[in-house]
């Protein structure tokens, strides 16, 4: 015994419900270790005693061995006085502290895992909730932590004695798994007819005979329910859209396979491999024919994902005849969260659903599933949820007690702890009591999950968002100190926080709309400055907008205001909904806010295009005119002519719009006057970045118009011709949903400089 050392250790990171710890008494037994490990409220915390040489290559196989799905943040190792004279090692009970550790998303099933649901004979053959520790769900599980057992839904299911036995044996790959269940002890999958009433026989069969026959079914997965149908059957399709008045917005879709997959759509190969990787996201691939299966998606691509549950696996495994591709849309009342539970559904989805395949683990946390697509070889997010969440984001500066309310639209939050920034998972719009109540909900789940006491609240400067009502009544309660941040330099500073800049940068921050510092709307902006604040040196000519917001739906309005702004003649104008009337309160100023928005002249110019007068869902024009543009068919050029008007430098889009319009008048194909469009706004972002970064500072591109694939691509391929140095995001949205993270880390540069932010010095930050 005289050459053996005792040390402590601690890890922190992803390294619970991870096989952390079984990983950790393997390692320990393969060099000769005693001692034990167990889980903390922090991470883990272990004691080990043996000698230097084998301690060392210990800490070397923690660090480089870990178990695929943990994160390992932080080692420390302290050594200790004298010998304990541990005799073997051991996994001792969870300690609760006032620390916490970071919680894993939920996986998809591991290969061991789906080799065991098809082996003949096999005690978990065709079981929907097969898990290891290398797969399964983690947080739509979790209640609390540390992550055991009964601090998860799946503590009302005791473990039979095979299941024990599994978890108790270091041998096995069920050691310590929490969720670890079969057919005797674990939850079970259920039919039930449209009215409600169980139905014998086989769950899966009687679904995959019902999705077969046409039938649209209300499935319940890992972290909410979706209805799906057989999405290669138009008909049904049409029935479900129909049913869940969804009449135009494109449907993601869940493959059997990457062979299935591969009929609907071309896959490069890095879409392949991220769309089979454990974390399955919904990614946008391109179609293989554009026209092709216009009922699942007008545009030219489409959502598809890959079974990401044991229980979505065995439905489209075909074994009772059931289709290869199901539409998977969650299931919601129109604007609500997706449902979660078994009552709701069958309350909620009577006349919509055929028949509901449920089960009785509950979901504890509401999560919709993630939408992504490729760019530079790996996510880009339209929306980061499900596979994802609530992994943080690493920060550079610290933000603790720091807690980021975002927009209104495709809601979210930031909350700060250390170096970590946990963003919430999707919310949607807050638009009504249900979306608000689940984002409320959620703040409080990873307050108190990540062991969080807000000190600093931020909110976006528009004082009607209900994210901002909601930010000044906590305020008020908890005499919080509240910044209020401008929209568009939040969006700089989400992407300046996701690829870790400091200093100044040039900002290119194109959306729908957000209240500018001036008090007029935005959303076609370049800004220079960083996270102590910013200048806005440039814009675009504001788009008038009849009658206010109800124009962002009745996109006919801002045809005729872009065709009336441009001078055209009267009887040149397009066609529109009360048109004279309209005409009347263009020319007095009467109800017509300006908006120097690039979303808004997405929504202008694609009603000039094609006569379309009003919108079915956010940002359906927009994403209609990018899908419109053809590679085969070369876009017109159009003018670019700029004007200085109050120190700013504006895109004046006056005469795009006239020729827009003639082009059209001409007969010229749509789909070269989209491009061209598209192609001007690129020529226009590097025109302004010559002229107003004559210092080349890094320029990022943020805001939600940069989910247009064609305009990141060209515009980044520009500016780096031109030697310019281009971030785009990377692990959070460009979308509103990404904007909390730019609140956050405009928080913390704030509080950095001064301790305490009072209300004189929240005003002092807006610029």
């Given at each position: 015994?005289?050459?053996r050392r005792?040390?402590?250790?601690t890890?922190?990171?992803?390294?619970?419900?991870?096989?952390?710890?079984p990983?950790?008494?393997r390692l320990?037994?393969?060099?000769?270790?005693?001692?034990?490990?167990?889980?903390?409220?922090?991470?883990?915390?272990?004691?080990?005693?043996?000698t230097?040489?084998?301690l060392?290559?210990?800490a070397?196989?923690?660090k480089?061995?870990?178990p695929p799905l943990?994160?390992v943040e932080?080692v420390?190792l302290?050594?200790?006085a004298?010998?304990?004279g541990?005799?073997?090692?051991?996994?001792r009970a969870s300690q609760?502290?006032?620390g916490a550790?970071?919680?894993?998303?939920d996986?998809?099933?591991?290969?061991?895992?789906?080799?065991e649901?098809y082996?003949?004979?096999d005690?978990?053959e065709?079981y929907?909730f097969?898990n290891?520790?290398?797969?399964g769900?983690?947080?739509?599980?979790?209640?609390?932590?540390?992550?055991?057992?009964?601090?998860?839904s799946m503590?009302v299911?005791?473990?039979c004695?095979?299941c024990?036995?599994?978890?108790?044996?270091?041998?096995?790959?069920?050691?310590?798994?929490?969720?670890?269940?079969c057919?005797v002890?674990?939850?079970?999958?259920?039919?039930?007819?449209?009215?409600?009433?169980?139905?014998?026989?086989?769950?899966i069969?009687?679904a995959q005979?019902?999705l077969?026959?046409?039938?649209?079914?209300?499935v319940k997965?890992?972290?909410?329910?979706?209805?799906?149908?057989n999405?290669?059957?138009?008909a049904a399709v049409?029935r479900?859209?129909?049913?869940k008045?969804?009449e135009?917005?494109p449907?993601?879709?869940?493959?059997?396979?990457?062979?299935?997959?591969?009929?609907?759509?071309?896959?490069s190969?890095?879409?392949?491999r991220?769309?089979q990787?454990?974390?399955?996201?919904?990614?946008?691939?391109?179609?293989?024919?554009?026209?092709e299966?216009?009922?699942?998606?007008?545009?030219r691509?489409l959502?598809?994902?890959?079974p990401?549950?044991?229980?979505?696996?065995?439905l489209?495994?075909?074994?009772?005849?059931?289709?290869d591709?199901?539409?998977m849309?969650?299931?919601?009342?129109p604007?609500?969260?997706?449902?979660?539970?078994?009552d709701e559904a069958?309350?909620?989805?009577?006349?919509i659903?055929?028949g509901f395949?449920?089960?009785d683990?509950?979901?504890?946390n509401?999560?919709?599933d993630?939408?992504?697509a490729?760019?530079?070889?790996r996510e880009y997010?339209?929306r980061?949820?499900r596979?994802?969440?609530?992994?943080p984001?690493t920060?550079?500066?610290?933000?603790?007690?720091?807690?980021?309310f975002g927009?209104?639209?495709?809601?979210?939050?930031?909350?700060?702890?250390?170096?970590?920034?946990f963003l919430s998972?999707?919310?949607?719009?807050l638009?009504?009591a249900?979306?608000?109540d689940?984002?409320?909900?959620a703040?409080q789940?990873y307050l108190r999950?990540?062991?969080?006491?807000?000190?600093?609240?931020?909110c976006?400067?528009h004082?009607?968002?209900?994210?901002?009502?909601?930010?000044?009544?906590i305020a008020?309660?908890?005499s919080?100190?509240l910044?209020r941040?401008q929209h568009h330099?939040?969006?700089m500073?989400a992407?300046?926080a996701?690829?870790?800049?400091?200093?100044?940068?040039f900002?290119?921050?194109?959306?729908?709309?957000?209240?500018?510092?001036?008090?007029?709307?935005?959303?076609?902006e370049?800004l220079?400055?960083?996270?102590?604040g910013?200048?806005?040196?440039?814009?675009?000519?504001?788009?008038r907008?009849?009658?206010?917001d109800?124009?962002?739906k009745k996109?006919?309005r801002i045809a005729l205001?872009?065709a009336?702004d441009?001078?055209?003649?009267?009887?040149a104008?397009?066609?529109?909904?009360?048109?004279?009337?309209?005409?009347?309160m263009l020319e007095?100023?009467i109800?017509?806010?300006?908006a120097?928005?690039?979303?808004?002249?997405?929504?202008?110019v694609?009603?000039?295009?094609?006569?379309r007068?009003a919108?079915?869902y956010?940002?359906?024009a927009?994403?209609l005119?990018?899908?419109l543009a053809?590679?085969?068919?070369?876009?017109?050029?159009?003018?670019?002519a700029?004007?200085e008007?109050?120190g700013?430098?504006r895109f004046?889009?006056r005469p795009?719009?006239?020729?827009v319009c003639a082009?059209?008048?001409?007969?010229?194909s749509p789909?070269?006057i989209a491009?061209?469009?598209m192609?001007?706004?690129c020529r226009?972002a590097?025109?302004?970045?010559?002229?107003?970064n004559?210092?080349?500072?890094?320029?990022?591109?943020s805001g939600?118009?940069?989910l247009?694939?064609?305009?990141l691509t060209?515009?980044?391929?520009?500016?780096?011709d031109a030697?310019?140095?281009?971030?785009t995001h990377?692990?959070v949205?460009p979308?509103?949903?990404?904007?909390?993270?730019?609140?956050?880390?405009?928080?913390?540069?704030q509080?950095?400089?001064?301790s305490?932010?009072?209300?004189?010095a929240t005003?002092?930050c807006i610029?």
């Amino acid at each position: 015994m005289s050459g053996r050392r005792r040390v402590r250790i601690t890890v922190s990171g992803i390294v619970q419900g991870v096989g952390f710890r079984p990983f950790l008494h393997r390692l320990a037994l393969a060099h000769n270790l005693t001692g034990w490990v167990r889980n903390t409220s922090s991470g883990v915390e272990l004691e080990l005693e043996g000698t230097p040489e084998a301690l060392d290559a210990f800490a070397s196989g923690l660090k480089s061995d870990a178990p695929p799905l943990a994160v390992v943040e932080a080692v420390e190792l302290f050594p200790l006085a004298g010998l304990a004279g541990y005799r073997d090692f051991s996994i001792r009970a969870s300690q609760h502290s006032d620390g916490a550790t970071l919680v894993s998303p939920d996986i998809a099933p591991c290969p061991a895992c789906l080799r065991e649901l098809y082996t003949p004979g096999d005690r978990r053959e065709r079981y929907p909730f097969i898990n290891c520790t290398d797969c399964g769900p983690r947080f739509t599980i979790i209640r609390s932590l540390p992550y055991d057992r009964p601090g998860t839904s799946m503590s009302v299911f005791s473990m039979c004695p095979d299941c024990a036995a599994e978890y108790g044996d270091i041998s096995t790959r069920r050691y310590h798994a929490q969720p670890d269940c079969c057919p005797v002890c674990g939850p079970r999958a259920f039919y039930l007819d449209d009215k409600g009433r169980p139905l014998r026989g086989d769950p899966i069969v009687l679904a995959q005979k019902a999705l077969a026959a046409g039938g649209i079914l209300a499935v319940k997965g890992a972290g909410g329910i979706h209805l799906a149908c057989n999405a290669l059957d138009p008909a049904a399709v049409a029935r479900l859209r129909r049913r869940k008045h969804r009449e135009e917005k494109p449907l993601a879709v869940m493959c059997r396979d990457l062979s299935a997959a591969e009929k609907l759509c071309c896959l490069s190969e890095e879409e392949s491999r991220l769309l089979q990787s454990p974390r399955r996201p919904i990614l946008l691939l391109k179609k293989n024919t554009a026209d092709e299966h216009s009922e699942l998606s007008a545009n030219r691509r489409l959502g598809v994902m890959l079974p990401y549950m044991p229980l979505h696996v065995l439905l489209l495994d075909g074994s009772a005849g059931g289709p290869d591709t199901l539409v998977m849309t969650s299931a919601n009342l129109p604007g609500r969260p997706v449902m979660t539970e078994n009552d709701e559904a069958l309350t909620g989805l009577q006349g919509i659903a055929d028949g509901f395949l449920l089960h009785d683990r509950d979901i504890v946390n509401r999560c919709d599933d993630s939408l992504a697509a490729v760019y530079n070889g790996r996510e880009y997010f339209f929306r980061r949820s499900r596979g994802y969440a609530p992994q943080p984001v690493t920060t550079g500066p610290e933000v603790s007690g720091i807690l980021a309310f975002g927009a209104e639209q495709k809601a979210s939050f930031a909350a700060g702890r250390e170096h970590h920034a946990f963003l919430s998972q999707h919310i949607g719009d807050l638009k009504n009591a249900e979306t608000l109540d689940h984002y409320r909900s959620a703040m409080q789940t990873y307050l108190r999950l990540f062991h969080i006491q807000p000190s600093l609240l931020v909110c976006d400067l528009h004082p009607d968002y209900f994210s901002t009502r909601e930010t000044e009544e906590i305020a008020r309660q908890d005499s919080l100190p509240l910044l209020r941040v401008q929209h568009h330099w939040a969006h700089m500073a989400a992407c300046m926080a996701d690829n870790r800049l400091d200093g100044e940068v040039f900002g290119i921050i194109w959306d729908g709309t957000g209240l500018g510092s001036d008090g007029t709307i935005w959303g076609g902006e370049f800004l220079v400055g960083g996270l102590q604040g910013f200048r806005r040196v440039g814009s675009i000519r504001p788009v008038r907008l009849p009658g206010g917001d109800a124009a962002t739906k009745k996109i006919g309005r801002i045809a005729l205001s872009l065709a009336w702004d441009a001078g055209l003649s009267p009887d040149a104008l397009p066609a529109c909904e009360s048109r004279a009337p309209l005409l009347a309160m263009l020319e007095k100023g009467i109800s017509c806010p300006g908006a120097s928005s690039i979303g808004r002249l997405f929504d202008g110019v694609y009603s000039l295009l094609t006569g379309r007068q009003a919108a079915a869902y956010d940002g359906q024009a927009p994403e209609l005119l990018e899908a419109l543009a053809d590679e085969t068919i070369p876009g017109q050029v159009y003018p670019l002519a700029f004007y200085e008007e109050d120190g700013l430098r504006r895109f004046d889009t006056r005469p795009l719009i006239r020729a827009v319009c003639a082009d059209a008048a001409a007969g010229i194909s749509p789909a070269a006057i989209a491009r061209g469009f598209m192609d001007t706004l690129c020529r226009m972002a590097v025109e302004q970045c010559r002229v107003l970064n004559p210092g080349r500072l890094p320029v990022v591109l943020s805001g939600g118009v940069f989910l247009n694939q064609y305009l990141l691509t060209e515009i980044t391929r520009l500016l780096e011709d031109a030697g310019f140095s281009v971030y785009t995001h990377c692990r959070v949205s460009p979308g509103d949903e990404g904007l909390c993270l730019g609140q956050l880390a405009i928080a913390a540069a704030q509080r950095s400089v001064d301790s305490h932010v009072s209300g004189s010095a929240t005003e002092n930050c807006i610029r």
